[in-house]
């Protein structure tokens, strides 16, 4: 087991093996991240001590859809009976009552003060002749509050679809169709009340790892319709059906929104580490629990290009940072603030110490077991003088701004160039 001090400044609260011992070292002056993967199920989730995580994001196999049948029928073989009576809404409450004992286990290994964002679709399906659709998040949530957890507001992610087939019944006449499901939830909830940043170094951290104004606005809408999926790239098509993976940027949102760097995530719906994927992009430590080990080459290959895809997505936020700051200038408006690392224009005092860490390098340090580094500066061609922005900082009429603002030329960024290692 790992040096519990060192485990606390580096909040990896799980356990591990004496031969990862020494690389918790030298940490203090560094951002360094680890990540954990349990081939096994999450309804007994002993590896992780209670109290100890910073955020949940995950999303568990939907009951009631025909892909999850058989995983959920493993755990409590009466399902079966059920859909063969056609005893549909038996079979939704006993699949719902497996996932139950999980939501159990997140709410025991959360820290006061965490959130869990957990991504459910409802279902709709036909037993026995009769269809229904079956609301998978209303069910969750019940069984959260249920346990203790605070719900906050949720998330409706918009999953617009052109198939000609996505009208249900009997199209063009009445009283006989059925409008269309297109959409899924990001439930929200936390343990116990608002986090506290108490010490210098938790709220120096806190600011370093916030967001955007510009992002801020549109992460925490209520309604996502932007978020677009993105194509797997896995050797085995059936792994990458059977995963059932969410995009990239569903995790990366909630993992930046509700955590700051160095926290430890937990997934316990692991599938092919897309929560690892952008926690590494994010500098957050991860433990992920998944009951299907043939995923584990699928999740190796994903690690060998999440330096570039960190690097371009690091690359993106600035750019359209860039480009709103641009947008903004040449609209005539001015701004007070100036980041501290970057020496751009941000709109409030929350975004002087942000600072985008690049990922540098990914390596597996251990069976199941990997370990990220990151850098600690700006990156250079995103970086200006100080003195750049100075007339701006200063100005207070849109005139004066107008006649004195600094163009960024995003054209003339260069591409990141990174190296994975390991």
């Known amino acids: 087991m790992c040096d519990l001090r060192l485990l606390k400044v580096h909040k990896v609260n799980i356990k591990d093996s004496p031969e990862t011992m020494d690389r918790f070292k030298n ?7 680890t990540y954990k993967i349990y ?9 992780v001590a209670s109290n100890s995580v910073d955020l949940v994001v995950t999303s568990p196999p939907y009951p009631m859809i025909a892909m999850w049948d058989e995983m959920f029928i493993k755990q409590d073989p009466a399902i079966q009976k059920a859909l063969d009576n056609g005893m549909g809404y038996d079979a939704f409450k006993r699949m719902h009552k497996t996932l139950d004992e999980i939501w159990n286990e997140c709410y025991r290994i959360l820290k006061n003060g965490a959130f869990a964002c957990i991504n459910i679709g409802d279902a709709t399906r036909t037993v026995n002749g009769n269809f229904m659709l079956y609301p998978n998040h209303s069910r969750i949530l019940q069984h959260l509050l249920e346990i203790g957890f605070t719900s906050l507001p949720a998330i409706l992610w918009r999953k617009q679809t052109n198939a000609p087939n996505k009208f249900m019944g009997s199209g063009m ?10 959409h899924e939830y990001i ?22 790892s916030a967001l955007f104004w510009e992002e801020r606005n549109t992460w925490f809408s209520d309604v996502w319709m932007d978020l677009k999926g993105t194509t797997q790239k896995l050797r085995d098509d059936t792994v ?15 993992i930046n929104m509700y955590s700051v760097k160095g926290d430890l995530v937990a997934d316990p719906f692991f599938g092919i580490g897309t929560t690892m994927l952008a926690g590494m992009a994010a500098g957050r430590n991860t433990v992920g629990f998944e009951i299907e080990p043939e995923f584990s080459d699928a999740i190796h290959d994903r690690t060998r290009d999440i330096v570039n895809i960190a690097g371009q997505r690091t690359s993106d936020r600035l750019d359209r940072h860039i480009e709103f700051v641009n947008t903004r200038i040449e609209n005539g408006r001015t701004f007070k603030h100036i980041n501290e690392n970057y020496n751009f224009p941000v709109v409030t005092n929350q975004e002087k110490k ?14 199941n077991t990997y370990e990220a580094v990151y850098s600690q500066t700006s990156q250079p061609k995103f970086s ?39």
Not at 27 to 33: E, M, P
Not at 173 to 182: C, D, F, K, R
Not at 200 to 206: L, P, S, Y
Not at 242 to 254: G, T, V
């Open 27 to 33: 940490r203090i002056s560094t951002l360094q991240t």
């Open 39 to 47: 081939y096994q199920n999450s309804n007994a989730m002993q590896s």
């Open 173 to 182: 006449l009445p009283a006989g169709a059925y409008v269309t499901l297109e």
């Open 187 to 208: 439930l929200i909830v936390r343990k116990g009340g608002k986090r506290e940043f108490i010490t210098a170094q938790e709220k120096h951290n806190r600011h370093a």
């Open 240 to 254: 990458r059906i059977r995963s059932a993976a969410y995009p990239f940027e569903l995790p990366f949102r909630l």
């Open 354 to 367: 942000l600072l985008l860490n690049r990922l540098k390098a990914v390596s597996k340090i251990e069976k």
């Open 384 to 422: 200006f003088a100080p003195e750049t922005f100075t007339a701006l900082q200063a100005s207070s009429s849109r005139p004066q701004a107008k006649a004195k603002k600094k163009q960024l030329k995003k054209s003339s960024l260069a591409p990141v160039q990174l190296k994975l290692l390991g």
